[in-house]
């Protein structure tokens, strides 16, 4: 969420063509395996713009995950001992392998600064036996995306390109004073986003830390998981004013029609997916997709900005899928995608008591992802239904939830399977075509809902034959929208 929102600049402000690139810890991968393409890519970009890019980074692959476990394990047991050690590794193989020697003493000194500061903190996380808060921000910070920053300097620098990290007393992405969470504040990050234009009118390749933001007293802050993307977008909206902004990130793929993840799913029958409008992406994303970060393809619809996103395939930069505000119509497949999200949750509340619940949860700044399905009646009085797409979401916080009504109900153990495409009007007999594609596979449909002018469907399964359905389902998109197209060519 963003506290304060500007009008679209004109194309007459605009300047420079300008490109925020991210890179996930997916491509960069567990120690640093990822960083010679990345160097390729970074190089590319820049000959092609002129200027920047502007660099985000992830942490290393695993490395957040670990650093949750050693602090966790730290609050629990109120002992630290050397449990840092194992968040340093992959730096120090990044260092050994991709750093010249000329400038590894100098790492070695950024390496020891920043442990220092996660050390602290997890003694104090010991101390208190309480792993939240400031001491949680410095802990994932230091030993993550900051460290990566720096860590991407020394690597670029160490091939030739002129790069600069970004010091956290110039930090560009200023945000309130919840630690985890955190809400981006727009003009505050304006005032601050002079130093990142310096940097780049200075020929530079500013690289910034993602997930991680600063309050305007100085400290440290994180975004939710997935927050890098974020940090991504929130920098394209602050220099949208000053160049013609694309914000690119860089992943293993670009969009498939379906996660090649899903179990069963025939590979040979996914197609690339070109062009995504706003709202197809942000479904996406919502329901499963790994796509853009959910939170952040919101930051942008709040802004009323048109800033052009691209998900490159980094083995193969041919391979973009484009996402704008409204997508191009070209006569493509009218259903693009098909996607399945595990671990949701069904809350039944009575319809008098649902628009209160509506309020906390749309201005709780830490989650939008609910759904609202078709009420029903129980005896004399109308009862809603809310789906709840992350569980754990609703977990940590069912005692409040669930205070809206006492009498509320639960279903759990669910999944959500939705087909998207802003032009999926256009196949006749979408939904039960969906439907039937289930049947006589033992999968009973908890809930479905479709509307015509809508650009998804909706069907909700146990948790357990989410990836079945997509597979299935998938199966059928493929003829329906060969179907669609014969029509539209008559």
Request: glycine content about 6%; charged content about 30%.
């Amino acid at each position: 969420m963003i506290s304060s929102v500007n009008a679209q600049p004109s194309s007459k402000e605009k300047k420079d063509a300008l490109t925020i690139v991210k890179f996930g810890g997916g491509v960069i991968k567990s120690y640093g395996e990822g960083l010679p393409k990345i160097v390729e890519r970074v190089r590319a970009i820049r000959k092609k713009d002129g200027n920047g890019p502007v660099v985000v980074v992830s942490a290393p692959k695993g490395v957040t995950d670990l650093a949750i476990d050693i602090g966790e394990d730290c609050a629990k047991t109120g002992f630290v001992s050397n449990k840092s050690v194992k968040l340093r590794h992959p730096y120090e193989r990044i260092r050994d392998s991709h750093i010249k020697e000329s400038l590894k003493d100098a790492f070695n000194d950024e390496l020891k600064n920043c442990f220092k500061e996660v050390d602290g903190a997890l003694e104090q996380i010991a101390r208190n036996k309480e792993f939240e808060g400031g001491n949680r921000a410095i802990v994932l910070a230091y030993s993550g995306e900051l460290l990566m920053a720096k860590d991407m300097d020394f690597v670029l620098r160490s091939n030739g390109i002129d790069s600069v990290s970004i010091p956290f007393e110039k930090w560009p992405i200023i945000t309130d004073r919840s630690f985890e969470g955190a809400t981006f504040l727009l003009e505050e990050s304006r005032r601050e986003s002079k130093h990142l234009i310096e940097y780049i009118k200075e020929g530079k390749v500013p690289i910034v830390g993602g997930f991680i933001g600063k309050t305007v007293y100085g400290r440290e802050t994180t975004y939710e998981r997935g927050g890098s993307d974020r940090t991504a977008v929130d920098l394209g909206i602050l220099l949208s004013h000053a160049y013609h902004v694309t914000v690119n990130f860089e992943k293993d793929s670009m969009v498939m029609s379906a996660n090649p993840k899903v179990e069963n799913i025939n590979k040979n029958e996914l197609d690339p997916v070109w062009s995504l409008s706003y709202n197809e992406a942000t479904l996406g994303a919502q329901y499963g997709m790994e796509i853009v970060d959910y939170v952040a393809l919101m930051d942008i619809q709040h802004t009323n900005l048109d800033i052009p996103l691209t998900v490159t395939d980094i083995k193969d930069s041919k391979r973009v899928t484009k996402i704008q505000k409204e997508a191009p119509y070209e006569g493509n497949n009218p259903i693009k995608i098909v996607t399945g999200k595990k671990d949701c949750i069904i809350l039944k509340i009575r319809e008098r008591d649902k628009l209160s619940l509506r309020d906390y949860l749309e201005k709780n700044r830490r989650f939008e992802g609910f759904t609202e399905l078709r009420p029903y009646k129980r005896g004399d009085e109308w009862v809603s239904k809310l789906l709840f797409l992350d569980g754990e979401f609703f977990r940590k916080n069912e005692e409040i939830i669930r205070r809206y009504d006492e009498s509320s109900e639960v279903e759990c153990d669910l999944g959500a399977i939705t087909l998207i495409g802003d032009e999926m009007y256009r196949v006749p007999d979408v939904s039960a075509e969906v439907q039937s594609a289930i049947k006589g596979y033992s999968i009973n449909i908890e809930n479905a809902d479709a509307q015509k002018e809508t650009s998804s469907i909706l069907i909700i399964v146990k948790e357990e034959h989410v990836d079945r359905c997509v597979s299935l389902i998938h199966k059928r998109m493929v003829e329906l929208n060969l179907k669609a197209n014969r029509t539209d060519s008559k």
